[in-house]
């Protein structure tokens, strides 16, 4: 059973930094492209970051570029995402998902941490 476990989300000002952390199971991590996708209640589903399983390929929305830095141990089948500068508009729940193929269609998706940015 594939399972994805997302954790380190919280409560932040503008301005400061957080690291999400998937861990993963079920499956051979080491095979698989993956991402971080995050959701608004009432708005659709964005994909934030991907990376390739070797992680020689990287993707960014642009809404992040520059701020955010996407991760993966393949030895300890866990994601990471690295949050700087956070800003308002990142406040979402942020899920990890197993792809097909790099920026391909995701598979399965954890259960998710949320992410608030508030003054």
């Known amino acids: 059973e594939v399972q994805l476990v997302e954790s380190g989300g919280g409560s932040v000002q503008p301005g400061e930094s957080l690291t999400l952390s998937c861990a993963a199971s079920?499956?051979?991590?080491?095979?698989?492209?993956m991402s971080w996708v995050r959701q608004v209640p009432g708005k659709e589903l964005e994909r934030v970051s991907s990376?390739?399983?070797?992680?020689?390929?990287?993707f960014y929305v642009d809404s992040v570029k520059g701020r955010f830095t996407i991760s993966r141990d393949n030895a300890k089948s866990m994601l990471y995402l690295r949050l700087n500068s956070l800003k308002p508009e990142d406040t979402a729940t942020y899920y990890c998902?197993?792809?097909?193929?790099?920026?391909?269609?995701?598979?399965?998706r954890g259960q998710g941490t949320q992410v608030t940015v508030s003054s």
């Open positions: 990376i390739n399983p070797s992680s020689t390929n990287v």
């Open positions: 079920g499956f051979s991590f080491r095979q698989y492209a």
């Open positions: 998902t197993k792809d097909q193929f790099f920026r391909g269609q995701s598979e399965e």
